[in-house]
């Protein structure tokens, strides 16, 4: 974790009765250009309202 670039890397931390942290390096893309492509296609995964 010293050496983590928020900008090039992800870390993803699961708690399922014992918390697990994973740093995940090398990506694709960069969690910026993700996060920017996510927002782009928001409306795709919301659902609306159900009755």
């Not at 740093?23 to 409306?43: G, M």
């Amino acid at each position: 974790m010293a050496t983590y670039n928020p900008t090039q890397e992800i870390i993803i931390l699961i708690g399922d009765g014992q918390i697990k942290i994973y740093l995940r390096e090398r990506l694709v893309i960069t969690p910026a250009v993700c996060y920017d492509k996510l927002r782009q296609t928001w409306d795709e995964f919301q659902l609306g309202e159900t009755i």
